[in-house]
């Protein structure tokens, strides 16, 4: 059987309590930049050149987990990713994931923030590992300026769903129509 040619780590995206002072102190302390905000639900940073390395996502305050601190005995974040070559290798890596029988929780689609393609799949613990391509890059002296972004379906997959290769779970489709 085939397997996946992932180029690089990627990025990854940590669900967080409090996002504004999150930002803070990844921006103020470890010394990352903001690329661009959904709203004050999530924010983009950056270290190089890729439009994000780390996505920050506020935790809704009523989640029952709201207050549960992370530890070493269960998975954790949203998603990590890894940088595939492009389009074509995505396709293919929809291919090779259903020859293993693993599932695909979203995509294909095209993010507003940073405008890469996506493409979301489980591991064996059950965490979310993305394979994308095609991200924003945004070298040193550029005179790229951070945006909000509505939290809305442009901002989450500028397709529409139009490409997905599984149905959208409803609570993506509810939490990006405004419906949540």
Not at 94 to 116: A, D, S, T, W, Y
Not at 148 to 153: F, P, T, Y
């Amino acid at each position: 059987m085939e397997k996946l040619r992932p180029k690089k780590l990627g990025h990854l995206v940590l669900m967080v309590r409090d996002i504004q002072k999150s930002a803070r102190f990844y921006t103020e302390v470890v010394g990352l930049q903001v690329s661009d905000w959904i709203s004050d639900q999530m924010v983009f940073l950056r270290a190089g050149e890729d439009h994000h390395d780390l996505a920050l996502s506020q935790i809704p305050r009523d989640a029952e987990g709201f207050n549960d601190l992370p530890h070493y005995g269960r998975p954790g974040m949203e998603h990590f990713s890894y940088l595939v070559e492009d389009r074509a290798e995505i396709d293919r890596t929809v291919k090779v994931l259903q020859e293993h029988g693993i599932e695909i929780v979203r995509g294909i689609g095209k993010h507003g923030p940073g405008e890469n393609l996506f493409l979301v799949f489980k591991d064996p613990d059950g965490n979310n590992v993305e394979v994308y391509c095609e991200m924003t890059q945004i070298p040193p002296g550029s005179d790229y300026r951070p945006q909000v972004w509505e939290r809305n379906i442009d901002s989450f997959d500028q397709y529409r769903f139009k490409h997905f290769v599984v149905a959208p779970p409803q609570a993506v489709i509810d939490a990006k129509s405004g419906k949540h």
